[in-house]
């Protein structure tokens, strides 16, 4: 899976287009490639969880299968993970 | 000159703004912001008004959870849950945490407020015939291009309303809430509410012609307000949830459902902008442990500290107040759907924690200085995610006014140091929120006048100028079957742009009480006129609007009588139709932190739509163009009854072909400067009609009509009552609607062609007539009695060099005094010279962070529209005072 900034744990959010790199304190492009950068560390967010499942036609939606006991939860890919989050494979 | 570093398919990205000619630039006051807010407002200044996902995906979600539950319940659960989901994001050299949203400016769409926008397509296919209505005022509505502005699609980012960024993948998330909301939001309920009415068709076409711009009540209903602190300044939040389960074992067996909800809703929503602040004490803790030197770290352990102590607690400091000040003024705009939160007279309410940190030495003047430029950059940050339409209306504006001056409640002068430490920073940081305002009373020292003038000279636009004496009139009339105390009227201050609002003295302190409304807007007055002489037909839209009038307009009388009839069922039809729309609000949209802060809900049990506020006779109705409409009057008066220059008939005629000039649309020209005449035929009865009489120039034969029209609209406001049983009140402020309703109009009698911006405010000549100096201009504007008006409000270009100086300055302050004086409410300037922003509109990259007054608020002159920068440039410039 191609790694770009926004995906970045040290991405701290700017506005829609850039973002602030921690490891490297400057601004950054959000959807700069980041296949080469050693500081890259993956965000907790719903889309890399191993329960997320996307939406059938759907790019950015899907829900969380966490719970079989309750019906499917509507999230998207973007959402900041709950304290459930297990990265997927 | 700018130089672009990135760019992604077009839109730049890059924060590099040019330098622009000193010699056009050059300020008499101009001062730089300390480092720390300079980094922040250039952070700012390259941030894009970006959307977020957040707060709508987890409102939604907790909503639908949480169906069959008590309304208030079930609302406050979703703010709870939506508050506490937020992602804390603290740039670096931040001293007041908190924002909106993750992004430095960003916003959030609340569908369940107003959905259509995002769904506008959808809505096109569903409501045909309003949407075409609505259509029209977005066409004719004109979005800057520059500053933060994304007026295009680029890259991952899509463009809505030509003005926010939201990523792809976050906009399939809001769309799906959008569509949940759909015919249920309070837009939707409103619209689909209004066809009880039964001249809803009518409305349709009103709102078609655009008679009236009524985008905003279909939109945002509260604002226009000020913020009440007091309650968590005094007793903090948790004194606050005590209080309501006090109320709750006190009342559970009255029988008082209702207050029982909203006591525990507002426990509930307490409780979720408790978690808010602790999760930005968490991140400001851990931005410490990741500190690159010593200062930084401990800056942020102390943020942190601060941030857990008032998510509690009373503030002890300066700083915990201020920062708990902003902490609630915020949660409130991300509560409601609001235009026009302002932090009052915050200089009041801060200054006993701001004197007792300076008598125990725990702060300086310096540091004041700096955390209250801090403070200026994040008032500035606020966003609201609008319509087209509404941003045009708004000018992109949210009208945070701080107000300094005044009396105190036992009538002496309530000018304090730290209000001149707060012009201080207006000076040093200039940025158009929170946007200052001076309460103009005899009391108040020269030198506190002075200062403030000085303010003026930089250029910023503010502060603007009232009339203490004449809003305290406005409040002890107006709010005196609600038993209005005269300390509260003393403590009133203004929420937005001028709108008064009577103070609500909490345990003696400055506090706010009373309810908000955007009320029922715009009356689009020369366009009224306009129907008049076509028999109530619009011939822009080809609709036929109004029944005809079948009166023949032979005398003057005549006229008046058409006009008054149209202007009559205007005001009435829009007034009901914003009763039963904005009634839908009433139905789930409630505020509900808002109303625990609000003076006196808690102590009631009722929130602020159930009356709970202290002060409830607020619903306003406002108007535009008043101006061109009395100098059209005047103009049929003399040319057509008077000197018989030229016949109704033929007037109609030469107004039909725009005085045989091209029309606004293809020059791109929105003043009547450089205008190109295509056809001399009509060029005499132009001539005659420019040369009657004008507004603004002390002239009673115009002032006279311009008081009558005034009135008789005062008149028509009141006669209807709002959801409260309380009358409506008349409001004059034109905000940016000046722009768009004059598009709406064809060419009018006094000469101004089609399409060409109206007048600004409600008392500015229309630009370039106003001859006989600025005295002259108070003189008309005084004709009425301001007192009568929830705001009145009048803007004066000056040029730099007209109040240079000590001499220049006391030239001002007699201008002002003289204005006051005469029973003026309000009163601005526009201390530019008009050479710059001819520079600046054809260099707009090297006026990044030039600011101008509008109409009652300042903005960036890179993100105001065309037809609102040609207005500017063309009102009179005034080289003496």
Not at chain 2, 74 to 84: D, G, P, T
Request: proline share 4%; net charge negative; hydrophobic share 35%.
């Amino acid at each position: 899976m191609a790694k770009y900034c926004k995906d970045c744990k040290n991405c701290a959010t700017f506005d829609v287009f850039k973002g602030n790199c921690e490891a490297l304190g400057k601004r950054v492009i959000l959807d700069t490639p980041m296949d080469d950068c050693s500081d890259y560390q993956q965000k907790e967010k719903c889309g890399f969880c191993k329960y997320y499942a996307m939406k059938p036609k759907e790019e950015f939606l899907g829900v969380c299968r966490k719970d079989s006991d309750v019906p499917d939860v509507d999230v998207y890919a973007e959402l900041v993970a709950c304290n459930d989050f297990v990265p997927s494979a | 000159m700018a130089v672009e570093k990135e760019k992604l398919s077009g839109m730049r990205l890059s924060f590099q703004y040019g330098t622009p000619p000193a010699e056009l630039t050059q300020r008499e006051i101009k001062r730089e912001p300390t480092l720390r807010a300079k980094k922040l407002l250039d952070d700012y200044y390259e941030a894009k008004v970006s959307l977020d996902t957040e707060f709508p995906y987890w409102y939604t979600k907790t909503w639908r959870e949480n169906e069959g539950q008590n309304p208030i319940i079930r609302r406050s659960l979703a703010l709870k849950s939506a508050y506490e989901h937020l992602t804390p994001m603290i740039p670096s050299q931040e001293l007041l945490a908190m924002q909106k949203t993750r992004f430095v400016r960003g916003s959030f769409m609340m569908p369940w407020t107003a959905n259509r926008f995002a769904l506008s397509d959808e809505e096109h296919m569903a409501h045909e015939a309003e949407a075409a209505s609505l259509k029209s005022l977005e066409e004719i509505t004109v979005i800057a291009e520059g500053g933060g502005n994304v007026t295009e699609s680029a890259g991952n980012v899509l463009s809505i309303s030509k003005r926010f960024g939201i990523r792809k993948e976050d906009y399939a998330a809001l769309i799906e809430d959008c569509r949940y909301w759909k015919n249920k939001s309070s837009e939707d309920m409103g619209f689909m509410w209004g066809a009880m009415h039964p001249k809803y068709d009518e409305y349709l076409n009103i709102k078609k012609a655009v008679l009236v711009h009524v985008d905003l009540e279909t939109s945002i209903r509260h604002g226009r307000n000020v913020v009440n602190y007091q309650y968590p300044l005094q007793i903090g939040f948790n004194g606050m949830i005590q209080e309501c389960k006090d109320k709750i074992d006190a009342n559970l067996n009255e029988g008082c459902v209702d207050k029982i909800a909203f006591w525990k809703g507002a426990i509930n929503v307490i409780e979720g902008v408790k978690t808010w602040i602790k999760n930005y004490a968490k991140e400001a803790k851990r931005l410490a442990g990741i500190a690159k030197d010593n200062k930084a770290q401990q800056e942020l352990l102390e943020m942190s500290e601060r941030l857990e102590w008032i998510s509690e607690n009373p503030p002890r400091t300066f700083m915990e107040a201020l920062q708990l000040c902003w902490t609630c003024h915020i949660a409130v705009t991300n509560e409601i759907q609001g235009s026009g939160f302002s932090p009052g007279r915050l200089g009041q309410v801060l200054y006993p924690f701001w004197k007792k940190d300076m008598e125990e030495g725990r702060i300086t003047r310096e540091q004041t200085i700096e955390a209250l430029e801090c403070m200026r950059v994040k008032f500035t940050g606020i966003d609201l995610a609008m319509a087209v339409g509404t941003i045009g209306l708004l000018a992109g504006s949210t009208f945070n006014n701080l107000c300094v001056g005044g009396v105190k409640p036992d009538g002496t002068s309530a000018e304090n140091e730290l209000e001149e430490l707060i012009i201080e920073s207006a000076i040093s940081c200039a940025t158009p929120q929170p946007t200052l305002t001076v309460l103009y009373d005899g009391k108040l020292s020269d030198k506190f006048i002075h200062k403030a003038i000085e303010c003026n000279k930089t250029g910023t636009g503010y502060p603007a100028w009232v009339n203490n004496r004449i809003a305290m009139e406005y409040c002890l009339r107006n709010f005196r079957d609600e038993g209005i105390t005269l300390e509260d009227a003393r403590a009133w201050t203004i929420g937005g742009c001028l709108e008064i609002q009577p103070g609500a003295l909490v345990n003696g302190e400055f506090g706010a009480g009373s309810y908000s409304s955007t009320g029922a807007s715009f009356i689009n007055a020369p366009k009224v006129l306009e129907l008049v002489l076509f028999d109530g037909y619009d011939r822009r839209t080809k609709t036929q609007v109004f029944p005809p009038h079948g009166l023949e307009l032979k005398t003057f009388e005549e006229v008046m009588t058409a006009w008054q009839k149209y202007m009559h069922e205007l005001v009435v039809v829009l007034e009901e139709m914003y009763n039963i729309r904005a009634s839908a609000f009433l139905e789930h949209d409630n505020p509900m932190f808002y109303s625990a802060l609000m003076a006196d809900c808690l102590e009631t049990g009722l929130h602020m739509d159930k009356g709970g506020s202290r002060y409830n006779k607020c619903m306003t109705t406002w108007i535009t163009g008043q101006v061109n409409l009395a100098n059209s009057l005047a103009s049929i008066k003399k040319n057509v009854f008077d000197d018989k220059n030229f016949t109704m008939d033929e007037l109609k005629d030469t107004l039909i072909n725009n005085f045989g000039y091209e029309s606004a649309l293809e020059t791109g020209k929105f003043s009547m400067v450089e205008q190109i005449r295509e056809d001399d035929k009509f060029a005499k009865i132009h001539a005659q009609c420019v040369a009657a009489p004008k507004y603004g120039n002390d002239d009673p034969y115009v002032d006279e009509i311009y008081k009558q029209v005034v009135e008789d609209w005062r008149d028509y406001v009141s006669e209807v009552k709002d959801f409260f049983g309380r009358s409506y009140v008349p409001c004059q402020l034109s905000v940016a609607t000046h722009g768009p309703l004059g598009q709406a109009c064809l060419a009018s009698a006094d000469g101004r062609l089609a399409g060409l911006t109206l007048a600004d405010g409600a008392q500015s000549p229309y630009p370039g007539t106003d001859l006989n100096g600025p005295y002259a201009v108070l003189n008309s504007a005084t004709v009425i009695d301001h007192s009568d008006y929830q705001n009145t409000q009048l803007n004066m270009k000056i040029h730099p060099s007209a109040i240079k100086g000590l001499t220049g300055a006391e030239k001002l302050k007699e201008l002002i005094k003289a204005y006051m004086d005469k029973g003026g409410y309000h009163i601005q300037f526009n201390i530019v010279d008009t050479k710059m922003l001819k520079d600046a509109q054809a260099n707009p990259q090297n006026y990044r962070d030039l600011m101008v007054r509008v109409a009652g608020f300042t903005q960036y002159w890179v993100e105001l529209s065309k037809p609102i920068q040609d207005e500017i440039i063309a009102r009179t410039e005034y080289e003496e005072v």
